[in-house]
């Protein structure tokens, strides 16, 4: 089954655009099938008006929400960063052996957290990373629990744990934010009443003798690229709107092995 999330952003726009010019032009077919009655057009104009309005709302609030997941999705990179960092300095506290061991596994981990990012909408290649990453923190946990065992490491100890379980923790939460997208079904909807207003707009212009093809035009462009911009928001690994800024974060990170 195809879902909307696979089909690109801007294919989806020209839809809507192309949606909103043929329901236009149906609607000035029929109507002009039939004698419409002025009273007629004012009531139709109130519904028009309302299912505007509904459009107007639907997408206000869904934009707002892209906006607010797009920001989070940034802020739990800049995090997830941090808690590397924090983890990699805590290493310090063990004996150089160790120290250089750590340190060693942390630079895979953090190539790999790299690589998760690189390769984008790939679902495939994403899943091969995930898997090096959690052996790479399976890795990191075992040498820490393996350590904990010696009594001298107590106080490296207390320090790192913590780390390591946010560390990982933080990959959870990342992976829900990026799995948190606009649902089908509001896509949907805006196709449907697209389609009613426009059909509307088409239907009584015919009491006027002509439809205003530049009004449909700009509200049909409008529409579409609110559309646009709203999934280009949602998906963080395509189209105009990135998330580069933030993953160069933990790109930084590299510099500790300089």
């Known amino acids: 089954m195809l879902y909307l999330n696979e089909i690109a952003a801007w294919k ?71 808690t590397i960092s924090t983890a990699l300095l805590r290493a310090d506290l063990y004996p150089e052996n160790e120290r250089l061991l750590f340190r060693n596994d942390f630079k895979k981990y953090i190539e790999t957290r790299i690589n998760y990012f690189k390769v984008g909408f790939d679902s495939k290649k994403r899943e091969q990373v995930n898997i090096i990453s959690h052996s790479l923190s399976n890795a990191l946990w075992n040498r820490a629990t393996r350590l904990s065992h010696n009594y001298s490491n107590t106080d490296a100890t207390r320090q790192m744990i913590p780390a390591l379980n946010e560390m990982f923790d933080i990959t959870t939460t990342r992976l829900a934010a990026e799995n948190a997208k606009v649902p089908d079904s509001i896509i949907l909807l805006v196709f449907l009443l697209a389609f009613i207003i426009s059909f509307f707009s088409g239907y009584s212009s015919t009491l006027r003798g002509e439809i205003d093809w530049f009004g449909n035009l700009c509200f049909g462009v409008m529409i579409s690229l609110t559309v646009l911009f709203i999934l280009d928001l949602d998906r963080p690994y395509r189209g105009l709107i990135t998330l580069d800024e933030s993953n160069n974060s933990i790109i930084e990170l590299l510099k500790y092995f300089n």
């Open 12 to 82: 989806i726009s020209i839809f809507i655009l192309l949606l909103v010019l043929t329901s236009t032009l149906l609607g000035s077919f029929v109507g002009k099938s039939k004698k419409i009655k002025e009273e007629y057009l004012i009531e139709s104009s109130n519904i028009y008006g309302s299912l505007f309005g509904l459009l107007a709302l639907i997408l206000a609030f869904t934009y707002s929400m892209s906006i607010d997941r797009y920001d989070t999705r940034r802020q739990i990179i800049v995090q997830e960063s941090n």
